[in-house]
């Protein structure tokens, strides 16, 4: 999709997967595209209505959690676009971790046990349940590789005052406890995710998509403990997939590598994956929208114009 234009509009920021847009002083519009990041590096193939599996399910998460701390989102006037209040965002990624997998199973397995100053015990196998989450945040980083950082530092470099990170951490719990019922009830457990918040007015309030094959990691229940018992690897809906075909081809986003070739075939896996865990995640039947650009920003412009009246 190439850059649209809004009345009101002040400024464009294009993200790895999103693009936003800022309306006036206080309001944003933010498309998913089908762009696939791994490794903090864009893909060269877009991924047929991921945007719009993104949007809907981080719409329908956002809804779900509203009850337990305030967000961003208002609507979604196109399947792949929603609008809602600008928050100032805190440059911090807060991960959230149920289960030993992904970079924590990948630093366990090197010998580390402590990981963003959160300490992993030890005696785990990969993927089993951490006595209680850990949260472990990383830098916010526009271009490149977030970097991992612990609370003390974060606070001393004043990424967010004692207050305001004793609310995010909270919140942070509360909305992976409840993103674990919302897929317990749909026979999945999440194993790991990652909240971003920002400050409107005066307000900590969650930004940005939850609970999504992007910034989420889910396994199936059934069968998860005999799996366990057996030492195989779960079975899983999350983009990690993706990454371990990129390590599997020798590539991890370093300098100098290659990023290999993804033919028709691969790319539509990783679209049929990305709906299989929509249907998944929400119970709900996923219903492919392929909306032109001029379709697309009449609609955000019609509800930029009923939010504003």
């Known amino acids: 999709m190439s850059l649209l234009s809004f009345p009101q509009q002040t400024r464009f920021y294009q993200g790895k997967v ?10 944003l519009v933010m ?4 762009r696939l990041s791994a490794f903090d590096v864009i893909l060269p193939h877009p991924i047929p209505f991921k945007g719009q599996v ?12 509203k009850d337990i701390c305030p967000n961003w989102w208002l609507s979604s006037p196109a399947p792949n676009a929603s609008v809602g209040v600008r928050c100032v965002p805190f440059r911090v990624e807060v991960v959230v971790r149920g289960n030993l997998c992904g970079h924590a199973w990948r630093t366990y397995s090197a010998g580390g046990r402590v990981l963003c100053g959160a300490v992993m015990p030890d005696g785990l196998k990969e993927n089993d349940f951490f006595p209680e989450p850990l949260i472990t945040p990383s830098t916010k980083a526009d271009e490149g590789h977030d970097e991992d950082i612990s609370v003390p530092e974060l606070l001393a470099a004043g990424l967010a005052t004692p207050e305001e990170w004793q609310q995010i951490e909270q919140y942070a719990r509360q909305l992976f406890a409840r993103g674990n019922d919302i897929a317990n009830r749909q026979g999945l457990i999440l194993a790991d995710t990652k909240y971003e918040f920002g400050i409107y007015n005066g307000q900590v309030m969650l930004m940005d998509e939850i ?3 992007d910034s989420s990691r889910y396994f199936y229940a059934d069968g998860f403990e005999k799996r366990q018992q057996a030492g195989e690897s779960q079975k899983q809906l999350s983009k990690e997939f993706v990454r371990e075909w990129l390590i599997g081809n020798g590539f991890m986003g370093k300098e100098g590598q290659a990023i290999p070739e993804m033919n028709h075939d691969w790319v539509q896996t990783i679209s049929n994956r990305y709906i299989e865990l929509y249907e998944a995640v929400t119970g709900q039947d996923f219903e492919p929208q392929k909306w032109s650009e001029e379709e697309t920003a009449a609609a955000i412009t019609a509800e930029l114009n009923r939010l504003a009246s």
């Open 18 to 27: 999103r693009d936003v847009y800022t309306i006036g002083a206080d309001m």
């Open 31 to 34: 498309i998913a595209s089908d």
């Open 54 to 65: 993104l949007n809907q399910l981080a719409a329908f998460m956002l809804r779900e959690t």
């Open 211 to 213: 609970h999504t094959p």
